[in-house]
């Protein structure tokens, strides 16, 4: 109970903090005098909060081997997100790259609490098997159940709609490189875990890959 708390904590922490500096602490009231910045953050909070009741484990570092090569690219990723939370609030008040949009900004609302939703279902189905690494965990099961019942990568689902949606509450055109690399992470990702899936559990993952969709049901 007390690792799961403080790994939440951390998640909690690695996201809000950034955006605090980024737009400037001393001048949080501006911040909220936005509706779609200040549902944002009550997104996130009302996430933590779900995490916790369900006792969703977030721990990303479970692994079964050594992926060092795995390791660096996260970290990497990490990196990168945690500079893009600090850029994009800095760059909401400068008006900087700005998309002179409201509109934009309830739409990235939007796809982040979509996101998130989706994201807590998947993780509440994957349980202790869920890692950032593409890996395999003692007794691995298929799950194919709630969300993976409709589509196989609900995680990347979440991803490719809670990045951009970030960039468009804060209104900046950087949406679209976001877009872009999130899309070649998440087609990176999906034919190297497949590929594993499949080897692992043959006839089987060959089935459910038939009858479900990989990101979006009926169309991918």
Request: net charge positive; charged share 15%; proline share 6%.
């Amino acid at each position: 109970m007390l690792r799961r708390s403080a790994i939440l904590l951390t998640h909690l922490v690695a996201a809000l903090v950034p955006m605090a500096i980024g737009w400037n602490a001393r001048d949080l009231p501006q911040f909220f005098a936005n509706p779609a910045r200040a549902g944002l953050i009550a997104a996130i909070c009302a996430g933590a909060v779900a995490v916790f009741i369900l006792r969703i484990d977030l721990d990303p570092l479970r692994t079964s081997g050594n992926p060092t090569k795995e390791s660096r690219a996260l970290a990497a990723m990490a990196a990168a997100s945690i500079l893009l939370l600090v850029f994009l609030p800095y760059a909401d008040r400068h008006h900087l790259l700005e998309v002179p949009s409201e509109a934009a900004r309830w739409l990235g609302l939007l796809l982040c609490c979509t996101g998130g939703v989706i994201r807590i279902l998947a993780l509440r189905q994957l349980g202790p098997q869920f890692s950032a690494y593409v890996t395999l965990q003692p007794d691995h099961q298929l799950i194919q159940t709630g969300i993976y019942s409709r589509i196989r990568h609900p995680l990347y689902l979440s991803l490719l709609l809670a990045g951009p949606g970030v960039a468009l509450v804060f209104a900046s055109q950087l949406v679209w490189p976001i877009l872009i690399l999130t899309i070649a992470f998440i087609a990176n990702r999906i034919e190297v875990e497949e590929t594993l899936l499949a080897k692992t559990f043959q006839g089987r993952f060959r089935v459910y890959r038939d009858r479900t969709s990989a990101l979006l049901p009926f169309v991918f």
